[in-house]
């Protein structure tokens, strides 16, 4: 019960690593606020984690919406006094596309979604949290945000614009004891994962060769770096890559 008292927001958490991350932190004592656009899907995630003795709560939000923002964040402090942890979890990629075939809705609907909502969410509640004696953040993010791959630019960019402000986050706000980290996954099977797959041929073998180890992880591998990052660690600022040796084999 490493996580019992603490309250945990994440984003995107109706499924993929989201899930995987509310139904982790569930099984450690936390209380989960499960959130994403759907509020049908967060409401069957927070009724699993009830029925196995957890604690979970869920309200939807877009996060490309700052008016659906501070929705949110009414709802939640009209719910719990306090958020310990909160993860930017929820992130979009609109398909594989050149640069040049990127479009203009594409960018701003990348952009608002993996970037401008962790940032506009992280900087509302990161008074607050400093209000409760602190807390930490965590920002998903990708290795594609170290490796730039072509046809998918736009996504690495917002990843790695987001391990940017991660930095900046901790500093500006070391001084409320909040520590702030990323976490940058390879590939793990989930929606985003599955429909690359699907609509790409040779997509799955590729991502296999290119780690060490030489598979797809399962969402649940993502976990323990996460709980090590939401732990009481000696560690701000900074990203943790989880991708099976991705960077290494390159
Ligand atoms: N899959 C991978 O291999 C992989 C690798 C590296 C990093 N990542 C990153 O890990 C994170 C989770 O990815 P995943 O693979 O678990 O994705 P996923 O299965 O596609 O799930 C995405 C989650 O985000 C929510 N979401 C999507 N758009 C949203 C919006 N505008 N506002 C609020 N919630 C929204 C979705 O729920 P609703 O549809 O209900 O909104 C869902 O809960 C993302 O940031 C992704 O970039 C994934």
């Not at 990708?142 to 940017?164: E, Q, V």
Request: proline fraction near 3%.
């Amino acid at each position: 019960m490493r996580f019992k008292d603490k309250v945990v927001l994440i984003t995107g958490a109706s499924r993929g690593l989201g899930k995987a991350m509310a139904e982790g932190f569930a099984e450690e004592g936390a209380k989960i606020i499960v959130s994403s656009r759907k509020l049908d899907a967060c409401e069957a995630v927070a009724a699993s984690i009830k029925s196995r003795g957890g604690d979970a709560i869920a309200i939807d939000a877009h996060l490309g919406s700052t008016e659906k923002i501070d929705i949110l964040l009414t709802k939640v402090y009209s719910q719990v006094s306090k958020v310990d942890i909160l993860i930017n979890n929820a992130g979009i990629n609109l398909g594989m596309a050149s640069l040049s075939d990127t479009t203009v809705a594409m960018f701003d609907k990348m952009i608002s979604v993996n970037l401008r909502g962790p940032w506009y969410l992280s900087s509302r509640i990161a008074p607050k949290m400093g209000d409760s004696g602190g807390g930490c953040i965590i920002n998903i993010l990708s290795i594609a945000a170290m490796i730039s791959p072509p046809n998918m630019g736009l996504y690495a960019a917002t990843k790695a614009a987001l391990a940017s402000l991660t930095e900046v986050m901790a500093q500006e706000w070391s001084s409320l004891n909040i520590r702030v980290n990323a976490l940058a996954p390879g590939s793990y099977r989930s929606e985003m994962t599955n429909s690359a797959i699907e609509s790409i041929e040779g997509y799955e073998q590729s991502l296999i060769d290119a780690a060490l180890i030489p598979r797809i992880a399962d969402s649940k591998e993502i976990l323990n770096p996460v709980f090590y990052l939401a732990t009481e660690a000696y560690t701000t600022g900074t990203t943790l890559v989880a991708d099976g040796g991705v960077l290494a084999k390159r």
